[in-house]
């Protein structure tokens, strides 16, 4: 087998060079010799001069003269023609992110980055997930029915084998998913199906009743269009509006807890909110007429059947947007609904409307009255018979509504206070309403709870009192997510500031906001006990990053638990004033890189908290852990770095790479090595640290007038990248100079007028001698000239080889052209590298395999540039061109050698379709043997013989290409793009930051053959 052991990396009017290369912070573990290419006959032939197109598509070009991813299967069940018969009362549940199981001890958690956590609460002082079923998507809520979860996902991707036109093609579903997960055993959770649902969902309910329970998604979609050409506006060219979908779909849940499809409605406009009642699903859409916003819609769905059968009513159209769950409400037959203004309506006021539903198909309007002219609607909450609304522009109005049994409606009252609340929540028997919001009072924006006497809809002056958070300017998931905060009544036991008044009812308020006493950004649970007459802030839970979920743990013990994305904190609220932590878990630590050694491997851990801190004082964490479990595995021991380091293994030795920027404009860049024989014991060897390795831009004409306006010329990007060669490190910064066109006097220039000028880089390298790993030398520097345009670098065996391009003459049509040379880095001896000459090749340099070379090239046409992949050999400074294979309209982006085969990734001029082709290579030809189309932006990468990794959108696909039909062997789906991917054996590696470390076994095969 031929691998491929470095990446070619296209250089263009970048900054920094990044260079991805299989041994770039991987691993130096021995790779499998490669298979030879066929030997080319004894007398070398071929051409050996080239000149490429310079069509602009990699970067300028200097001029001559330098100025320049089942469910069960169900039989379809129509909806009924009218009501099904009227089923036991049923309770209807909203799905959330996180569950408490019965025993108080255990938490089901959603996590944003891990997917489904099952976090054990029984040690406080040491809370730890048990069990992890790893999801990729976008987690929006979920249920738990017995021994089952069912998960609601977005931006969940699906792969199938399809046959197509009479060839196999992949089928890609992209879109929202309901995933069943078995945690009979807590410890090991198991994925069983999941269901496709189109669009992105963007809420659920889930009934349950007489043994029966059903799952309700509602989800939207969205479909660009051409607007009709007689009604497009006249002043413009070209319209395309969004044509809007709702989807709702229904599902049993079996008593194998499997997932039947039921129903399927197709509603028109995009979802705003969804509320339901024990029998009544409704949905509020926004209609779009071509582009023009006008008031909400509202879908009454008869969900009365235990066994998910809907039955859709007709649509009542509303005055105003329906924005929240709240703003609907079912009494009886009574439908009422509030809606705000939309900034084009005219009429810029609020609207409370009633509607008599009998006959789901025939909505009556009864009653409709205005309020809150001029302002926004906020919070609502309806009563059997009163409802409460705040609108808000400067000033609050607390508005109160008396609703009789049939629906008629009157304004009894208009409280006028500072702020706003969004959420209500009815206590003390629904005397009292607890308002969540804001108090803008002398100009503030502080997180307020807010207590009302709701007894007398006359009363003018409801507002019993208000409590604040201790922070100018705060915020919470609370102002638009009603079930991040808790509200309990006789769940606490404290005095009211007058001395006399005990206050049972406890309130948890997530908080993030700027503590300007301090400087610094805060974070964490706000705790408040109320009274019938009272409400007063307690103590804070602190948190380091923004909770999203505050609720009781285990009740019995008075334990508080709080949930953010990477954290999760238990209190113990028995003092409310004085609330003390008992236990700590991080829920997605931050890996950015991962290395493989022999005998251990290492995970950098960023520290995520730290982010207002000056970058002086940042650090992380090299974390030495076991190969059996790189994500979940503590740490066998650990080393502190400054922030922003990069690691790499050469010769198994571990070397740091960091660098910081000083206030007099030098970067120092540190390179430290460590002996990692004893993972336990970590042993620094030796360290450099130097200026020579800054990566920046000059701008060397623009001389002492336009520096001081844009600070020093150049700047400082980071740690530089490195790639290890043998026992040293090779640094390729580019250097970019501005080239202006023509004379301009220095004094003219100004950042608002700078000419148009030709931008180029040229490459400069670096060796760091790693021969001595306790005496690390930085070897003189090797410049290229100014001319010779960096394009890429690529690594094979003890050598970098660097590509570099240089103008030549305009053909006679005015069309560019360059002539393209490698120069070879020979490492072989770390302390004394050497240049090679310059050769001439066809285009950029993908791949060298002994003295084979691969390139891709492009040549003019007639009127377009045409490209082509071409093998050579090298032989005495000269390449002799073998083969050469047109690719047509197609551009190779990445190339990988496995076994007798060439592997690209091609994109289409013009189209935006990428394919893989995968290529036969003879003595003296290639031969074009597959192609395959594939999803997004393909990056390859090695997985052992016969086998290519397509990195595409989020995931890995696995193609097997040793067959005469290569195809899709799995997809490996990711929630982010890692960059950085490490094979050992029959496994890969990909560390995604706060998503993990992904670990995938290469013989997987989960897409079937169709």
């Known amino acids: 087998m031929q691998r491929l052991s470095s990446k070619h990396l296209s250089a263009g009017l970048t900054l920094c060079l990044a260079l991805f290369l299989s041994a770039c912070g991987g691993s130096s573990a021995p790779q499998p010799t490669p298979e030879p290419v066929p030997p080319p006959s004894a007398v070398l032939s071929g051409r050996t ?84 079923a790893a999801i990729n998507g976008e987690p929006v809520e979920m249920y738990r029915v017995g021994n089952r979860v069912y998960i609601l996902l977005n931006n969940w991707t699906e792969y199938k084998r399809i046959a197509k036109g009479g060839a196999e093609s992949l089928d890609q579903f992209s879109g929202g998913a309901v995933i069943t997960v078995d945690i009979a055993d807590l410890a090991a959770p198991k994925i069983m199906a999941t269901a496709r649902v189109p669009g992105n969902i963007d809420t659920s309910r889930l009934t349950s009743g007489a043994g029966k329970n059903a799952l309700y998604v509602t989800a939207s979609d969205y479909t660009a269009s051409v607007m009709p050409m007689d009604v497009m506006p006249a002043t413009s060219s070209l319209y395309y509006p969004a044509v809007s979908k709702t989807h709702v779909l229904s599902y049993r849940i079996n008593e194998q807890g499997q997932l039947i499809s039921k129903s399927t409605l197709q509603l028109g406009g995009n979802v705003q909110a969804v509320q339901a009642s024990g029998d009544r699903l409704m949905v509020a859409r926004a209609a779009d007429d071509l582009g023009r916003q006008s008031g909400s819609r509202v879908a009454l769905i008869d969900i009365s059947s235990p066994d998910g059968v809907m039955v859709q009513g007709a649509d009542v159209g509303v005055s105003g947007l329906v924005q929240k769950k709240t703003n609907m409400h079912m009494h ?390 490195a790639t290890v060669v043998g026992n040293a490190l090779v640094f390729a910064t580019q250097v970019t100079p501005i080239l202006l066109r023509g004379p301009q006097p220095a004094a003219a220039l100004a950042m608002s007028s700078l000419p148009y000028g030709y931008y180029s880089s040229s490459y400069t390298l670096h060796v760091l001698d790693l021969s001595k790993p306790a005496q690390p030398v930085l070897l003189p520097k090797i410049a290229m000239a100014e001319n010779e345009q960096a394009v890429g670098l690529v690594k094979s065996g003890n050598a970098v080889w660097v590509n570099y391009k240089q103008a030549e003459a305009v053909t006679s049509s005015g069309q560019a052209q360059a002539k393209y040379f490698v120069k070879a880095l020979d490492v072989s001896n770390a302390s004394a590298p050497k240049l090679g000459s310059a050769i001439n090749v066809p285009g950029r340099v993908m791949a060298v395999v002994g003295d084979v070379m691969y390139t891709v090239d492009e040549s003019w046409g007639d009127k377009t540039v045409t490209n082509s992949v071409n093998m050579l050999i090298v032989r005495a400074n000269l390449a002799y061109l073998q083969a050469s294979l047109a690719l047509g309209g197609q551009y190779a982006r990445d190339l990988s050698i496995e076994g007798k085969n060439l592997v690209l990734a091609l994109a289409e001029n013009g189209t935006g379709k990428n394919a893989l082709a995968v290529i036969e290579v003879g003595s003296q030809s290639l031969t074009r043997k597959a192609t395959l189309d594939v999803p997004f932006y393909p990056m390859l990468h090695d997985a052992g013989p016969g086998k290519v990794l397509v990195q595409a959108g989020y995931g890995f696909l696995l193609y097997d290409v040793s067959t005469a039909a290569p195809f899709a062997q799995a997809f490996f789906p990711t929630a982010n793009w890692g960059g950085q991917v490490s094979v050992l054996g029959k496994d890969m590696y990909v560390p995604a930051n706060a998503y993990g470390i992904y670990q995938f076994n290469l013989d997987t095969v989960n897409l079937s053959k169709p």
């Open 332 to 721: 009886g037959d009574v439908l009422r609904v509030v809606s705000g203004n939309w900034w084009s309506s005219g009429a810029n006021v609020n609207h409370v409307e009633t509607f008599n539903m009998a006959d789901i198909g025939r909505p009556k309007p009864i009653d409709h009255d205005t309020f809150g002219a001029g302002q926004q609607l906020f919070g609502t909450s309806f009563f059997a018979d009163k409802a409460f609304f705040v609108t808000y522009l400067r000033k609050d109005p607390f508005h109160a509504f008396s609703i009789t049994p049939d629906g008629t409606m009157k304004e009894e009252s208009e409280f006028i206070v500072s702020g706003w609340n969004d959420f209500f929540m009815p206590v003390h028997n629904q005397t009292r309403l607890i308002g969540v919001g804001h108090n803008d009072e002398n100009d503030r924006r502080s997180l307020a709870i807010s207590l009302y006497d709701v007894t007398d809809l006359k009363n003018t002056k409801p507002l019993l009192m208000r409590a604040d958070v201790d922070l100018a300017n705060s915020w919470s998931q609370a102002n638009w997510d009603d079930r991040a905060f808790t509200v309990l009544e006789n769940a606490a036991n404290a005095i009211a500031p007058d001395g006399k008044t005990r206050e049972t009812g406890l309130i948890l308020l997530p908080f993030a906001g700027f503590n300007a006493n301090t400087r610094e950004n805060s974070a964490g649970v706000q705790i408040f006990t109320f009274s019938a007459s009272t409400v007063t802030r307690r103590g804070i839970m602190k948190q380091d990053t923004e909770v999203r979920r505050s609720f009781m743990g285990d009740t019995a013990n008075d334990l508080a638990a709080n949930l953010s994305d990477s954290e999760l904190s238990l209190f113990s609220i028995v003092n409310a004033d004085s609330p003390q932590v008992k236990g700590r878990l991080p829920l997605a630590p931050n890996y950015g890189q991962f290395v493989l050694f022999k005998n251990v491997n290492v995970r950098y851990h960023v520290n995520d908290n730290q982010w207002w801190s000056s970058t002086a004082a940042r650090t992380d964490q090299v974390e030495l852990v076991p190969l059996a479990d790189p994500d979940g595995a503590a740490p066998l021991s650990s080393i502190t770095v400054p922030s922003n380091a990069k690691l790499y293994n050469v010769a198994e030795k571990l070397v740091v790479v960091s660098s910081a920027g000083g206030n007099d404009g030098t970067v120092n860049t540190t390179i430290t090595t460590y002996d990692l024989a004893d993972a336990a014991k970590p042993v620094r060897l030796g360290s450099l640290t130097t200026t020579e390795l800054a990566q920046t831009n000059i701008y060397p004409m623009m001389g002492n007038t336009i520096c001081p306006m844009i600070g020093p010329c150049g700047g400082w990007y980071g740690t530089p990248d």
């Open 49 to 132: 001069s080239f000149v490429s197109a310079d069509s602009g598509a990699n970067q300028s070009t200097l001029g001559l003269d330098g100025t320049l991813k089942p469910t069960v299967a169900d039989s379809a069940v129509p909806p009924a023609a009218t009501p099904v018969a009227a089923a036991p009362t049923r309770t209807v549940q909203e799905g959330d992110i996180f569950r408490m199981l019965e025993n108080g001890k255990s938490i089901l958690s959603l996590n944003r980055f891990r997917g489904l956590q099952i976090i054990d609460i029984s040690n406080t002082a040491s809370p730890r997930v048990v069990g992890r």
